[in-house]
């Protein structure tokens, strides 16, 4: 728990400081109690960007091949549960459910991967969760991270990122 603080407030201070976050209706996520975080994926930089925009730890949904890259796999084993894309184990949604009974909060990117706009089909597990525990969905969008870092790319760029904005209606949210 301490390294996820330490991690945490490392990063807020470098996504604060590089890239101007800026988190809207934050009050959205309860308090507490299971909650499912459905947010769009753009860039490896969401999972970070969310963890450091929600007030409580978060269980990330990350792609089990993320887990095999020496020390990054390490890491990212601390707070997150390994899905296999296509073919998930039913071990890792008993896992979900049971984080989100016992009152954890756990991030999904429904879209099974990164995508850039556009329309995507969405997968069937955040609907599976929600069902089997009861858990609170939340939806998230998370703006400007493409721009940071887009797929393929390795340099993190200065460019401003806002989180749990509300999802694209294509209306503009007033000053």
């Not at 330490?6 to 470098?14: E, G, K, M, P, Y």
């Not at 990164?114 to 069902?131: F, I, P, Q, V, Y």
């Not at 790319?153 to 209306?171: F, N």
């Amino acid at each position: 728990m301490l390294f996820y603080k330490l991690s945490r407030a490392v990063l807020l201070l470098f996504f604060k400081l590089y890239n101007r976050i800026e988190v809207l209706a934050r009050e959205r996520v309860p308090g507490e109690g299971g909650v499912i975080v459905a947010a769009n994926h753009e860039s490896y930089l969401d999972p970070p960007v969310l963890g450091v925009a929600l007030r409580r730890r978060a269980t990330f949904m990350a792609k089990e091949e993320l887990f095999r890259i020496p020390v990054l796999g390490r890491v990212i084993k601390l707070w997150s549960l390994p899905v296999r894309r296509g073919s998930p184990r039913p071990s890792v949604i008993k896992d979900a459910v049971r984080v989100l009974r016992e009152g954890g909060l756990v991030v999904i990117f429904p879209e099974g991967g990164r995508h850039s706009g556009g329309n995507t089909d969405l997968k069937r597990g955040m609907e599976m969760l929600a069902r089997l525990s009861g858990a609170t969905v939340v939806p998230a969008f998370i703006e400007g991270t493409g721009r940071v870092l887009p797929v393929g790319s390795v340099i993190v760029r200065p460019s401003k990122i806002r989180v749990l904005e509300k999802l694209r209606t294509g209306v503009k949210k007033s000053p």
